[in-house]
């Protein structure tokens, strides 16, 4: 099995740009979650999906983030528009069952916004 | 509010001493603690999970105790190699659809 992929691995980009950010998980997996890591605050969770639906994205940290899985091997992260502060380490994971297992995690995508 | 806590400082060791790693955590019940490595540039990659009711678990040169009175898991590398040097996380699931929730990660150096 390949893994969780994720693409791109890094993006640089201006203030005010739209970005996307892409995932595949591991085939068979029904969860996905999104997060974003920072020297400052961590591994933090920002939406996680089951079976495709959003179930909690209490960490989606306001409007201009929106994350989408339109089917059980693929979802994307939007951030319109980006800010600096967006600058992070973002990663997608996946898991077979509902949020209780190992999580599987992608390499990461570097994002960071000039 | 919930919080969890791992050693802030980077930890440094000799090689083949063992290494302590320790997660606190405060007003959370979890269900079980998952520990995880990361290496730079990359994603977490999970090493251990133990359950409320157990009280420790190994695999290999790893052990995990979990005491949920002390609010606290510790993480041990025993006979410690260079290649064991990255950043250890500790995450807590709660049960149910909770998220999991990771600490801050501490790195551990160990020195040859």
Redesign the interface.
Known sequence: DAG?IQSPRHEVTEMGQEVTLRCKPISGHNSL?W?RQTMM?????LI?F?NNVP??DS?MPEDRFSAKMPNASFSTLKIQPSEPRDSAVY?C?SISG???E???????TRLLVL | SQKIEQNSEALNIQEGKTATLTCNYTNYSPAYLQWYRQDPGRGPVFLLLIRENEKEKRKERLKVTFDTTLKQSLFHITASQPADSATYLCALYSGGYQKVTFGTGTKLQVIP
């Open positions: 969780v979650f997060y605050r961590g591994l933090e969770l996680y089951n179930i909690d960490g990663f994971a509902v949020a209780s190992t999580q599987y995690f992608g390499p990461g």
